[in-house]
């Protein structure tokens, strides 16, 4: 399992059923597991919950309308990144590049890795400490992913068929056994302190996190046969596919449990929905079918991550050693330092707090990659582009505007966190400008 620099390059391997798995393992995790008892806690009506989960979807869904553009037209690893550098200059494709690696994904990684262990603990008897075993869970992920890239995308295709089959068969128990008790007036009100404009900003939060990932498949897109026919079915496909799984997943919940009974417990939501209709047996057993879905969806932040190191190294914005790919066509060292980032996080053993930042930090930076959508059309005309977004310039126009009024809302109602995210912003930024400079010295030599 050697490793040699330039000696073996990325394969175009992946078709579009495993884009899609990649898109559905992504996204479907321990958002939807995880968050809909916090939301349901932030908000408390059951149609202002269904309302911001479809909303949610709509957003997603435009913003993978334009983004299914950009990655046809440019069908390079990395994703996002690519996007920024080709409208905006190396350096904010550092920015966007290093915000990905160390908050976006390596936030998500991390709370989804205790999202596991919470979950291994629950199975366990409620022994254990969550951040060893979070600090296990990334261990056991980076030797799987040593085995390259065939046998992780294998693994992938054949947990996301599981996982869709869970979440439907949840979503279809729940709303046939249940009574749709969560719907009832006088059970719906919500109260404290998240109620009203901050209520909106963290269950946005939360939702977006459960949405995140939408993107993923385009972080492969050197490995994707055909990319500019297939990346766009891929993306606005699955990103489709899940908002729908979504609002049946809450349809199901409401319809055994109450908004509060939802946000009592916000780690054991489906299954205390199963043992309300079927028992306590039922409910520990869609417990150990849930971390099937955590480990489906953690397995694409080590899947799609070292590609986007690979992708950055390849343009100089990051150490070269990550375009080093072994013989099994994993970039090995790329999978090291995001190994070892992910398993770092990991020991916090925060969740909340980790979704609640990188989220202010992924929309942020989103904003602005979208935003390169009317930069590379200014710029580049003449980009061969096998998909073209509908409704230029109206409908990415008013996505944009989304993310613009969304951002405003986060941060004039947590200041603090606010603050905390753009000071990661600031300094990554600062390493783009010094690394872009140093690049232009060198070359001037």
Not at 188 to 197: C, K, V
């Amino acid at each position: 399992m050697s490793a040699n620099t330039n000696t073996h390059n990325l394969q175009r391997v992946l078709r579009i059923r495993d884009g899609m798995a990649v898109t559905i393992g992504m996204i479907i995790g321990a958002g939807i597991l995880r968050t809909p008892g916090l939301i349901a806690g932030y908000l408390g009506d059951p149609w202002l919950i269904l309302g911001l989960w479809f909303f949610g979807g709509v957003v997603v869904a435009l913003s993978t309308l334009v983004l299914a553009e950009m990655s046809a037209a440019l069908p390079e690893a990395g994703g996002k990144y690519v996007y920024a550098r080709h409208a905006w200059g190396d350096t904010m494709g550092f920015v966007t590049g290093w915000s990905e690696l160390l908050v976006s994904r390596g936030f998500s990684g991390a709370a989804k890795a205790v999202a596991i262990a919470e979950y291994v603990r629950i199975l366990m008897g409620n022994r254990g400490n969550i951040q060893i075993i979070a600090l296990a869970v990334c261990v056991g992920f980076f030797f799987l992913h040593t085995r390259g890239l065939k046998a992780s995308s294998q693994f992938q295709n054949i947990t996301t068929v599981i996982k869709v089959f869970i979440v439907v068969a949840i979503a279809a128990a729940g709303i046939a056994a249940g009574d749709f008790i969560g719907f009832q007036p006088a059970l719906t009100e919500a109260s404290g302190p998240t109620a009203g404009l901050l209520g909106f900003a963290l269950a946005y939060q939360s939702i977006s996190f459960a949405y995140y990932g939408w993107e993923d498949a385009a972080k492969m897109a050197e490995e994707v046969k055909d990319p500019g026919t297939a990346l766009p079915k891929i993306l606005v496909g699955g990103a489709l596919a899940v908002m729908v799984l979504y609002l049946l997943m809450n349809v199901a919940f409401l319809a055994v449990l109450t908004p509060a009974e939802m946000a009592a417990d916000p780690e054991l939501i489906a299954a205390l929905t199963i043992s309300t209709v079927f028992g306590d047996a039922a409910g520990t057993a869609v417990t150990a079918a849930a971390l099937i879905i955590l480990v489906s969806s953690l397995n694409v932040n080590f899947l799609g991550l070292p590609r986007v190191a690979y992708g950055l190294a390849q343009h100089g914005l990051s150490p070269q050693i990550f375009t080093e790919v072994d013989d099994r066509g994993t970039p090995r060292k790329a999978l090291y330092f995001i190994s070892a980032w992910i398993g770092f996080l990991a020991l916090s053993g925060a969740f909340e707090f980790l979704i609640r930042f990188m989220m202010t930090v992924a929309i942020a930076v989103d904003t602005m990659v979208l935003l390169g959508y009317f930069k590379l059309r200014a710029q580049r005309p003449d980009l061969a582009r096998p998909f073209v977004m509908p409704g230029h310039p109206w409908l990415p126009a008013i996505t944009i505007a989304l993310y613009i009024a969304i951002l405003a809302i986060l941060i004039g109602t947590q200041p603090g966190l606010a603050l905390g995210a753009g000071a990661m912003l600031a300094a990554i930024l600062i390493g783009g400008i010094a690394t872009t400079r140093s690049r232009v010295s060198k070359s001037s030599d």
